[in-house]
C-alpha cells in the first residue's frame, strides 16, 4: 500500500489528474450533480463571514441560498470581510482545477478571485474556455499553475492580498507535514482579519489512503488536530447536505490565525 511519505506521493497524484478531463464532470469525479448543492452549502457558510459585492445578482445569489433553510447561528463574533478599508474583497481558489468553485461560488462573494492549480491541462481550459470571460472582465486574476506543496505567499504579489484563502478536496493530496507548512505560509498572504476556508471529506476514523489519485481522506478529528498545529483557531464547522448516501461525509471549516 502506498504511503503519504512515498518518494512518488506527488507526482502520482499528477499523473492521474492528468488522465483527468477538463470538464466539470471530470471535476466532479463523474458526479456533476452534486455541483448545485455543492454552491448552495459554500455560499451559505460564507455568508456567515463575508458580505458579498454590492452587486445585486451576488447578493442575491448568497442570500437565495438559505431559502427554504433553517438560518446559520451566529458562532463567529467577527466582523464580516471584507473589513472597512481593506479595499475590494480578494479570494485564492487553491486546488481550482477548470474553476467550477471560482465560477460558481466565490465570483458571486469576492470582487476579485485569482486561481493555482496544479495540473497544466485545468490551467489551460480555465484560461481559454471556462473562465475566458471573467479574466477578461477583471473579476479572475492570476491563474498560477502550482501545486499547493511549493505555492509561495512571502515576496509575491499574493503576499497579504487575500480576504479569504478557500481550499476544496485538495489538501488531502497534501502530505500531513507538507499540510501544516501550506497553511503556515497561507498566513502570509492573508490580509488582517484574513480567514482560510477548508472543504474536505471526512473519514470516519483516523486517515484513508486512495492509491488510485495518491489521496489521503482525513476524519474530522484528524482535521482538527492538523489546525491546531498550523496555529489555526476554528471558528466555525458544517456538514455538507444534499449529497447522496454512500459517499464520504464532507465538511466545511471556517479558520482564522492564532
Not at 141 to 165: A, K, M, Y
Not at 224 to 246: A, C, Y
Request: glycine share 8%; proline share 4%; with cysteine.
Amino acid at each position: 500500500m502506498e504511503s503519504a511519505e512515498s518518494p512518488t506521493w506527488y507526482t502520482d497524484a499528477e499523473k492521474y489528474w492528468n488522465s483527468v478531463p477538463a470538464t466539470i464532470n471530470g471535476m466532479l469525479g463523474g458526479l456533476g450533480q452534486l455541483a448545485r448543492p455543492d454552491a448552495v452549502s459554500s455560499l451559505r457558510f460564507l455568508s456567515e463571514f463575508v458580505n458579498p459585492p454590492s452587486s445585486s445578482t451576488a447578493s442575491t445569489m448568497i442570500n437565495a441560498t438559505a431559502s427554504g433553510s433553517e438560518p446559520i447561528s451566529s458562532t463567529a463574533k467577527r466582523q464580516k470581510l471584507p473589513l472597512p478599508g481593506s479595499g475590494p474583497s480578494h479570494v485564492l481558489d487553491c486546488g481550482a482545477g477548470i474553476g467550477r468553485v471560482t465560477k460558481q461560488v466565490l465570483i458571486k462573494a469576492f470582487d476579485h478571485v485569482d486561481l493555482v492549480e496544479n495540473c497544466a491541462s485545468f490551467v489551460k481550459q480555465a484560461k481559454e474556455e471556462y473562465l475566458k470571460a471573467e479574466i477578461e472582465s477583471g473579476k479572475v486574476g492570476e491563474v498560477r499553475c502550482s501545486g499547493l506543496q511549493n505555492v509561495r505567499f512571502e515576496g509575491t504579489s499574493w503576499e497579504g492580498r487575500f480576504d479569504v484563502i478557500w481550499c476544496q478536496w485538495v489538501l488531502g493530496h497534501l502530505t500531513d507535514d507538507d499540510l501544516i507548512a501550506f497553511f503556515n505560509r497561507c498566513k502570509k498572504g492573508l490580509k488582517l482579519g484574513g480567514m482560510i476556508f477548508v472543504k474536505e471529506n471526512n473519514a470516519k476514523v483516523g486517515s484513508v489512503i486512495d492509491e488510485e489519485d495518491s489521496s489521503m481522506t482525513r476524519s474530522d478529528q484528524v482535521w482538527k488536530e492538523m489546525f491546531q498545529k498550523s496555529g489555526l483557531r476554528l471558528l466555525k464547522d458544517d456538514v455538507q447536505k444534499g449529497f447522496p448516501s454512500g459517499l464520504f461525509a464532507v465538511k466545511m471549516y471556517a479558520l482564522e490565525p492564532m
